[in-house]
Every structure is written in structure tokens, then in C-alpha cells.
């Protein structure tokens, strides 16, 4: 069961390292962000046994979209701060007004991304990939920048939980929309049950129709009875413009930093990668579904130390921040370790598992009326699929380790306040070395091919880990108030 409703006295674990307090607040996040993957797993497994394009073009879109889509979900990240801190010292009832503001602001980025979906092709062409994928990649992307309505408030409504210390509920909520969401897919994608088969435009479907279930169950637990008793979530409906300017100051140098990161990425992955062939597109688009499986509960580690942080500092007691920031990367780095481990041994059965190797799978050649059809530039060899996704997925977990003590630290960071600093750092980084080295290793050693560009992001990580280790290290985020300069957002009810 979830701790009651009430202001988390810091006392009640006066453990060293309180291994217990962060798993039992992490575990649902990583649970919930698991479950998604596992999702996704499925997801990508359905679209891999209709064409190896369309599974490639899955991913190269959803990468893409998620650029436009993560500048909102890491600036609606900092809810759960000033949610944790306003619980931490005592003033509960005011961390209802935060989630609404929250979700005024996602309203409002979701409206402001529509003018993206009549440039999809455009954005899309950039990449310069084969007719069929780059047909297939439209449509998707468009799908997601539509869905944005959906996943941003779904996504503040989540920081808003985490802050209260309810994980659970995101973790429900995740669950059933994504049971929900394999059985649309698998009827959407292959026309089962009398429905027609969609292939790669029916797991979009079926996915904007979990994220919208997901919200309704948020929602529906946001504005029940218990909520709104302790947290005053009813009484949100009026636009409060100082707490959305707190939230955008504080949270907009989040949302750039993970923006720019997506974006580099996307580059890195869909031009650098892609560019030598679709054998490495699709390998490593199989490559990244099993690092999503791998980082993502880690990314749920990184939230609740966020809300751990924010408590803590909120009642006076750094001490206790800093030490839960040290379990909590503990516990990162060990599941990381197992979880590669596991890898080394099964990394070719595993890209394997994406990879159609039927008769089936091979395509007639293209009508050459039509200009969507696939080619060369779209196909490619299962047995290059495997050989060259085993090879990316031992680099995507070196990466990851050094990733893990970069997510923890940036949460740890982010619910002291301290996100500026973070932000220019970053993204000065992941320009110079990821993209910039990326760019060179391509340039200066071609038959490294994919694992050129995978060496320079390698050290990208290193980098920015070390740099926001030392940040959080040295205790500047001691000296932070979130609240400085701002009243009480609504002194009636706190």
C-alpha cells in the first residue's frame, strides 16, 4: 500500500542510506516505465512481421516526435519539486494548484505543436531515407504530434503523483493503458475481429487510444474524493499565471536540456546511423528498444529522487537529500549491471526477435509508378539486421551505465532547483561531443561505420556525467529556493 496522505516526516527514516524508502518509491515508477517498454516491445514486435521498413520508420518518427514532446515533459518535470517541497514543509494543499497549472501549460504546448503536423513530410525528408520509409515515417510522426493533447497532461498529472509520493497511481494508470494498448494494436495492425488492417498506421491508433485511457484514469483519481480533501484538487480551473511562470522558470531550462539532448539524439540515430544503409537503420532501431527496456526504470529511479530531494529540502534536511541521492544511484547501476549482464549472453536472439526471416518477409520489387513503394534504400538483409544490432546493443550498454549516474544526479539537481547550470552544460556537451564527434568519427573513420558515431556519444556521456556528479557534489542546489520571490500561490487554502 501507498503511505498515507500526509506530510512525510524525514524522521520516520532515519536509516543511513534508506535502501527501503527509495525502492519502495521508485520501484512503481520503474514498474510503470517497464511496463511501457514491454509495450513497446510488443508493439515493435507486430510491426517488424509486416516489413522491416515499417518497423524502422516506427522508430525514426517516434524518436522525432518525442524532440517536440520533450520540451514539455521536462519543463512539467519541476511539478513534482514544487509539489515535494510545498509536502515537505508542510503546506500540502497548495500542490493541487501546481498540477493545474501543469496542466494548462501542456494544454497549451500541445496546441502550439499542431502547425508541426502539415511539415511532417519535410521534417521527415531531412533524414533522407527510402521512399516507403519516408512515407511510413509521415504518417507516424504525425499520429504523435496529434497524441501530444494526450501524453503532456498525462505527463503532468504523473510529476504531480510522484511529488505527493502516490506512484501507484502512475503506475496503474500505465498498466491498464498498455494492456489496453497491445490488444488495439494486435487488431489494428493485423485486421483481426473484423477490423481493417492498418499495419504501422494501426499501432498508432491503437496507441493515441491508451494514452487517452491513461489520462481519464489519472484524471478520474486527480479529481476524487480523497485527493481533493488533502490537496484542494478541485479548485484548479482558474488560470493562475504566477504559479505557470514559477513552473516555466524553473522548468524551461529542463524541457531545453532534454529537447536539445532528444534532438542530438535523433540526429545521432536516424542521420549518422542511418545513413549507412537500412540494415543499420532497422539493427539499431532494435538496438534501442532493448536500451529503452534497460533505461527507462532507471528514468523512474531519476523522478523519484526528484520528489526524495524536494522533500527533504523542503523540511530542512539537505543531509538527508544528498544521502538518498546516493542510493538511489546505487540501486540504478546495480540493476544496469544486471540487466547487462543478461544481454551479453542473449544480444543476438534479441535482435533476432525483431527480425523477419520468412519467405514472407521478402517484398516485390517497386512499381516504378509509384513512389512510395519500397527499394533498395528501404530494404534490408535480416542476417546484416542481427549482426550489426548485436554490435550497437554492446556499445548501447556502456553508454547506459554512464548514463545512469547522469539521470540520477540531473534528478537529484532538479529537486533542489538547481537547472540552469545543468541545462547549459548539457546541451554545450551534447553539440560539441555527440553530434560534433559523431559527425567527425563518421567523416574521419567510415568503416567503423555505426560504431563511429556510437564511440563519439560514448564520451559525450562520460563527460556529462562527471560534470553533473561534481555539480551536485560541490552543494551549490544548498543555497536554492524555488519559492524565492513568489507568495504563497493561494494562501487560503495552504
Known sequence: MDAPLTNLDPSAHPSKWGFGEVLRLSAPMALAML????????????????????????????????????????????????VSQSLGAGKSRRSGLYAWAGLHLAWMYALLMLPLIPLAGSAMGLFGHGPATHGMETMYFRYMIAALALTVPARALEQFFIGVHRPRVVYIAAVVANVFNVGANYCLIFGKFGLPRLELEGAAIGSCLSWALQLAILLGVFLGPRMHATFRTRVGLT??????????????PVGARLSNAMLCWTIFSNYFVGRFGPAHLAGNSAAMRYGLMAILPVVGVGMATTALVGRYIGAGRPDLARKRTHTSLIVAVIYLLVIASATLAWRKPMVAFFVRTDAA?????????????????????????????????LFLLVIQLFDSVNIVYIGALRGAGDTRRPMIV?????????????????AAFPSLEARGPYVAAAFYLVCASAYMLWRFESGHWRNINVFRGSRDPSPEIA
Do not use: K
Open 35 to 82: 511496463s511501457g517498454t514491454i509495450v513497446r516491445f510488443v508493439d515493435g514486435r507486430m510491426v517488424s512481421q509486416v516489413t522491416s521498413y515499417q518497423f524502422s520508420a516506427q522508430q525514426v518518427a517516434g524518436l522525432t516526435s518525442f524532440v517536440a514532446e520533450a520540451l514539455a515533459v521536462g519543463g512539467l518535470g519541476v511539478i513534482s519539486t514544487f
Open 239 to 252: 488560470l493562475r499565471w504566477r504559479l505557470m511562470g514559477q513552473i516555466l522558470r524553473l522548468g524551461l
Open 361 to 393: 518477409a521478402a517484398v516485390d520489387p517497386a512499381d516504378p509508378d509509384d513512389a512510395t513503394a519500397p527499394t533498395e534504400r528501404d530494404l534490408a538483409d535480416p542476417d546484416d539486421i542481427v549482426r550489426i544490432g548485436s554490435q550497437l546493443l
Open 426 to 442: 548539457s546541451m554545450s556537451l551534447a553539440w560539441l561531443l555527440e553530434v560534433g564527434g559523431g559527425a567527425a568519427m563518421v
